[in-house]
Antibody, heavy 125, light 106 residues
């Protein structure tokens, strides 16, 4: 059974830092791209970052580029999100998700097929 | 940056068909996914690659994608289908979500 368990959330002051973790099990972690998605209180989903299996490719939403860093440890089956210079706009639940990737009809298809329960990040003084 | 637009809300009577649209520039050239999210829960993938259902998703959920619009259709809607629905697509390796649609079954 695929399981993704996020941790590391909490209360942090504006300008502070936090590192989130996502422990993966039930599948071969090193074979999959992984993503972080967040959701501000009462708001919609926002994709945050992607990472290729070997770490050679990382993509970020514009609002976090330069402040957030996605990384992974394939030996420990853990995905990370290092966050610095946090502001109130970064408050929300952060989900990690597995990215299923297929090549179909001559093009790449990606979809987030498994999600964790999320970890809450609150940026407030 | 790429954007996806959804109606904020859709209402449907039990047993009727609900349609939720998602608009984006040349969205039909991309693959669209749909997620269902109930309060306090993680999103659940209900449609991927425009019209495929993951294992365990009821047949009443279907999808289409053409031109600038992807559509999620829920046939014979049940009370348990109430929740927020999000479309999602990829602009290269950058993910994009629609703003979400609250489906009310009344």
């Amino acid at each position: 059974e695929v399981q993704l368990v996020e941790s590391g959330g909490g209360l942090v002051q504006p300008g502070g830092s936090l590192r989130l973790s996502c422990a993966a099990s039930g599948f071969t972690f090193r074979d999959y791209w992984m993503s972080w998605v967040r959701q501000a209180p009462g708001k919609g989903l926002e994709w945050v970052a992607n990472m290729r299996q070997d770490g050679s490719e990382k993509t970020y939403v514009d609002s976090v580029r330069g402040r957030f860093t996605i990384s992974r440890d394939n030996a420990k089956n853990i995905l990370y999100l290092q966050m610095i210079s946090l502001s109130a706009e970064d408050t929300g639940v952060y989900f990690c998700a597995r990215v299923e990737r297929e090549f179909i009809y001559g093009r790449h298809s990606y979809y987030l097929d498994y999600w964790g329960l999320g970890t809450l990040v609150t940026v407030s003084s | 940056s790429y954007e996806l637009t959804q109606p904020p809300s859709v209402s449907v009577s039990p047993g009727q068909t609900a349609s939720i649209t998602c608009s984006g520039d040349k969205l039909g050239d991309k693959f669209a996914c749909w997620f269902q999210q109930k309060p306090g829960q993680s999103p659940v993938l209900v449609i991927y690659q425009n019209n495929k259902r993951p294992s365990g998703i009821p047949e009443r959920f279907s999808g289409s994608n053409s031109g600038n619009t992807a559509t999620l259709t829920i046939s014979a809607t049940q009370a348990m289908d109430e929740g927020d629905y999000y479309c999602q697509a990829w602009d290269s390796t950058t993910g994009v979500f629609g703003g979400g649609t609250k489906l009310t079954v009344l």
